[in-house]
């Protein structure tokens, strides 16, 4: 019931943020997947005052992660947030978000709010969570692998085709290479038929006499 109650007096509050408005003043943070990473915002008063954490959903809606008030002393959390990923907590100057095992998922826009005055001063922070350089190597290696698979298995299949056809080629014409081999062998015997020699008789010196 606690609980519903705050979360309820929370939304209300924060009823006219301008999620447009905040991310002209946006810090950026960087993280990277299965790290830790803190974000932090400056309370304006210096004072212990309630403090809050939400994340823009959507660019429109304001989805409350933690709260802390001067009542209880403690921060706490939104129901479905996993157990010891998100940790708030404030040294009253500063207020802090841990994230731990961090992911891709967890990109995008935090709220940091304290309540002064009868409403919620806000501090936005972008964070973003960048893939490693050891993924994107492995994956553009994995990448790469499947390409060179492929080509292989499209060059293997190329030949396979070929085999088969001239195979079909040869069964629908049998005749076919009996016929050729034996042209080779005919054009073979007259290219090498050895040439003979024709000699020229020379006739003999004839001499015709007469006799009268």
């Given at each position: 019931m ?21 991310e ?34 959507n ?38 978000l ?92 007259v ?22």
């Amino acid at each position: 019931m606690k609980r519903s109650l705050i979360t309820a007096l929370i939304l209300c509050s924060i009823s006219w943020i301008s999620v447009s408005g905040s991310e002209s003043h946006t810090e950026t943070v960087e993280g990277r997947p299965g790290g830790e990473v803190t974000l932090t915002c400056s309370n304006p008063s210096n004072r212990d005052t309630p403090t809050l954490w939400l994340r823009v959903v959507n660019r429109t809606k304001a989805s409350w992660i933690s709260t802390m008030t001067r009542s209880t002393g403690k921060p706490l959390y939104r129901d479905g947030i996993k157990n010891g990923r998100f940790n708030m907590s404030t040294n009253i100057s500063t207020l802090f978000l841990q994230i731990k095992h961090v992911d891709v998922s967890d990109s995008g826009l935090y709220l940091c709010g304290f309540y002064i005055e009868g409403r919620y001063n806000f501090s936005a922070i972008h964070f973003n969570v960048k893939e490693s350089d050891g993924t994107a190597k492995l994956m553009s290696l994995i990448l790469g692998a499947l390409t060179v698979l492929l080509l292989m298995v499209i060059i293997g299949l190329v030949v396979t085709i070929r085999k088969l056809q001239k195979a079909a080629n040869e069964e629908q014409n049998p005749q076919q290479p009996e016929n050729r081999a034996s042209e080779e062998l005919n054009y073979a015997a007259v290219a090498f038929r050895p040439k003979t020699r024709k000699t020229r008789e020379v006739e003999p010196n004839v001499v015709y006499a007469s006799t009268r």
